[in-house]
């Protein structure tokens, strides 16, 4: 086999390597499109709205935080 047959072969596999991922990409934005269509079509995309229920946050004592963080300090020195 000669470079130049090896070189003609390596464009040829070059060029088919990026024909096949640029129409797997052009099949992806086509099916994500497709999939964009649908939920909009069916209303999935809409948020229901959602009762007012105040979050539970829990209580932080900061005197504690730092008091440990005084600590920390202290037992490293």
Do not use: W, Y
Not at 28 to 43: E, P, Q, S, Y
């Amino acid at each position: 086999m000669t470079i130049a047959e090896m070189l003609n072969q390596s464009i040829i596999l070059t060029l088919l390597g990026m024909c096949v991922v640029f129409s797997f990409l052009v099949i992806l934005i086509i099916c994500m499109n497709g999939l964009r269509l649908f939920v909009h079509a069916t209303g999935l995309d809409k948020e229901e709205p959602k009762a007012d229920v105040p979050s539970a946050a829990p209580a932080v004592d900061q005197k504690a935080i730092v008091a440990a963080i005084a600590t920390a300090l202290h037992e490293k020195q």
